[in-house]
């Protein structure tokens, strides 16, 4: 019998029959994949709490021909309280949709996973800025992904003195101001921001986000985490939009 067990977080839903679901699951052992939730509607079933949307649960799946089919789902961690905030809510969906765009079928990423986890757990227990998650979640998936800004100092001369650095879209980094040269149309930033991309790109993923910002340092960071992310990915996420105050 082909059954499998492994953890993972429903990142979509799809209501299908009278009462039954299909779900996407961000598995740790196989990525995504896609299983059939029988009955999952039903006020009984015993899959109504598992199957829901970013609830990370122990499963145990059937293999069928096309798709899997759930036999058992433990719930570990709902993250409820995210359920409670407008605001939260539309920061899980945008991470959500990033996350459904750049994890394959059938190919583990536990980095991401872990890292999905990471900020789905601040934005649910804590009342750290909805910014400052959504920023480091953003340059951290980068990175993870290979696509991550050079910001060990300045990348083209080595010099690491954060306090004169602007940051080049074009050469995806950090240039102090004698190789400003270098792209004309670098961003101007502040010393606390060149710091805090050096943190979030090299910090140990368990302080990723033990670490505070002025006002000034978060609108920066989320200016340069919003563009470079659309410039990789080559998608504009906008579900962001939505939440109009720095928070
Ligand atoms: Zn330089």
Not at 42 to 64: E, H, M, N, W
Not at 143 to 159: F, H
Not at 221 to 238: D, F, G
Request: net charge positive.
């Amino acid at each position: 019998m082909s059954y499998i067990k492994t953890v993972g977080i429903i990142i979509r839903e799809v209501q299908t029959g009278e009462a039954d679901k299909i779900v996407t699951i961000f598995s740790k052992s196989m990525g995504k994949i896609t299983g059939s939730a029988k009955g999952a509607r039903r006020p009984k079933s015993r899959f109504i709490a598992g199957t829901q949307l970013l609830c990370y649960s122990d499963f145990v799946l059937y293999k069928g021909r096309e798709i899997y089919s759930i036999n058992s789902c433990d719930v570990i961690e709902p993250f409820y309280n995210i359920r409670n905030s407008l605001d939260k809510l539309t920061c899980a969906a945008h991470m959500t949709e990033i996350i459904n765009d750049i994890v394959q079928e059938n190919q583990p990423a536990i980095k991401v996973l872990q890292l999905f986890l990471n900020s789905l757990h601040m934005l649910s227990k804590t009342d750290k800025s909805l910014y400052q998650i959504i920023a480091i979640f953003e340059l951290r998936l980068m990175s993870i992904l290979g696509y991550g800004p050079l910001v060990g100092g300045c990348l083209n001369c080595g010099n690491q003195d954060f306090e004169s650095m602007e940051f080049s879209f074009l050469k995806c980094g950090l240039t102090c101001k004698k190789c400003s040269f270098l792209d004309g149309s670098a961003m101007d930033i502040s010393e606390g921001t060149a710091k805090a991309l050096n943190y979030i790109i090299y910090s140990n993923i368990k302080n990723l986000f033990c670490f505070e910002v002025s006002d000034q340092v978060l609108r920066e960071l989320n200016i340069i985490s919003k563009r470079y992310l659309k410039e990789r990915l080559e998608k504009e996420y906008k579900k962001m939009d939505f939440i109009k105050s720095l928070k």
